[in-house]
């Protein structure tokens, strides 16, 4: 996606690697000084906790064409892509497999899930979505979600879905993404293990799943402001936006010709779980 936009642009970006915190944090000790143009992020609460490092994208070309779901009402960030935090299953399993949060809370599958742990980002943004949701049957389980674990929470994502195929869980939850990328890994045995598992997208009681998103914003102090606009926008095209889909496996937010999302999104929670960040530490269970 970065060469596509300096061969288009002529532009050359430079790209910093980095935990959204460590980013966020560097971004306020650099200040006026600061040579960050474009943050991108796939932590919408951090990024959204800072605005204060983040200016208006009042000249965004495509900033009309963008749902409202999937931006800033004050236009400091910019949604570019979905993501949605699956449940995964080995193929031909003879477990019945929920496909509700509601069913978290039955005796049946409790000691039968690997998760990584549950104070790790994409846990909380999961649970904020099922708290704005305003129904107490998708968050009931949340009080005996421990109850739920066949092992102590270790690893990121791919290590519960390496666990899910080696026979150490009956279920795992991880982002859908991660699968995906262990079924194209130059490393042989991830291909086997990710082959044996398949995929299933949980519903909320409305029958809507909860997405989060990796989110674009432009620096306070961006000393190149035109070109941050230029390469957002360009994030927005629909090739950009198919690449999302192709190549890195995420689900686009602009409308794609032929493109289909396998499940219906809770788009309406994305900026509504914002407002439910300090209550998810109330229910968070217990490390």
């Known amino acids: ?3 596509a936009f300096e061969k288009q642009s002529g532009v050359r970006v430079n790209l910093v690697n980095g935990k959204s915190q460590f980013l966020l944090s560097r971004l306020s000790s650099d200040g006026k000084g600061s040579r960050a143009d474009v943050i991108l992020s796939s932590d919408l609460v951090q990024l959204s906790a800072h605005r204060d ?3 208006p994208m009042t000249d965004l070309q495509r900033w009309p064409e963008v749902p409202s779901v999937f931006k800033d009402p004050d236009q400091r960030w910019v949604s570019l892509s979905m993501r949605t935090r699956a449940l995964f299953s080995k193929r031909k399993t003879t477990t019945r497999i929920p496909n509700h949060f509601t069913q978290f809370s039955d005796p049946k599958i409790v000691g039968q899930f690997c998760v990584r742990d549950w104070q790790h980002s994409y ?3 999961l649970f904020a979505s099922l708290l704005a949701s305003d129904n107490p049957a998708n968050t009931n389980w949340l009080k005996k979600a421990n109850q739920l674990l066949a092992k102590r929470p270790s690893g990121g994502d ?3 879905l390496r666990a899910l195929a080696k026979g ?4 795992a939850l991880a982002n859908h993404y991660y699968w995906h990328m262990m079924k194209q890994s130059s490393n042989k045995q991830d291909v086997k293990l990710a082959t044996q598992l398949e995929m299933h997208f ?3 009681a409305n029958g809507k799943t909860p997405v989060s998103t990796t989110t674009a ?3 306070k102090h961006a000393p190149n402001k ?3 606009l230029a390469f957002i926008d360009f994030l927005l095209l629909p090739g950009t936006q198919k690449m999302y889909a192709n190549l890195i496996n995420e689900f686009p937010v602009m409308t794609m010709s032929g493109y289909v999302l396998p499940f219906e999104p809770a788009l309406e929670n994305i900026n509504k779980s914002l407002h439910y960040t300090k209550k998810v530490q109330e229910v968070l269970p217990k490390s």
Request: charged share 20%; with cysteine.
């Open 217 to 219: 914003a432009i620096a």
């Open 226 to 228: 035109k070109n941050a």
């Open 168 to 171: 150490q869980c009956q279920f």
């Open 1 to 3: 996606m970065l060469d």
């Open 123 to 125: 846990n909380r943004t």
């Open 158 to 160: 791919r290590d519960q």
């Open 53 to 55: 490092l983040l200016q």
């Open 202 to 204: 949980l519903q909320m």
